[in-house]
């Protein structure tokens, strides 16, 4: 008997520690984020991507006989995967610290400067990767080059840094690479008609 309850408690632990590492990634969280700090960089212009209703879900319908008590294992382990879950705060990628508001008003003060009239001039478009990429150099005049050269690795730096502050933010530093893909969708989202963007292969289009 001894053995069978020690079985079951390192089964739950087990299963208690699963749920505490292997977290997922809110995707969804993750894109209205974006969308909603891209706005407030790009400004009141920017097109307005509302994000997607989330669809409603029945309630599932309880397996349990109320006739007939729960087994012990049962409640077991509905008592530890709680207590487990809990374990790991809610995600809130919409996260304001000092170094994101930093960054933000840093490319907000950007693009209203300098970055806004490389997009519409189109020498300058969104890459697939969530960086801005040079679309034409031609459209840019030569003494200025060095210059468009050196804003866009300050604002590809800026962004890096915002993917990488938000998942450090939330714990999960390992979500950087995931709030980049979810950044770089968004940008190509609230791009402006006349911008120039990268498709998934790498093809420049024009909004």
Known sequence: MRKSMFAL???LALLAGCVTINVYFPAAAAQKAAD???GNILGPDAQDAAPAPAASVPPAASSVN???PEPLALRLLNAALPTAAAAEP??????QTPAIEAIEARMRARFKT???GLLDSGAVGFAHNGNVAVHDAA???LAQRAQVKQTIAAENSDRAELYKQIAVANGHPEWAQRMREAFASQWISRARAGWYYQDAAGNW???
């Open 9 to 11: 408690a390192a089964t």
């Open 36 to 38: 909603k700090i891209i």
């Open 66 to 68: 109320p006739a007939r």
């Open 90 to 95: 809610e995600p809130n990628l919409e996260v």
């Open 114 to 116: 300098v970055l806004k």
């Open 139 to 141: 459209r840019v005049p």
């Open 205 to 207: 289009r024009r909004k």
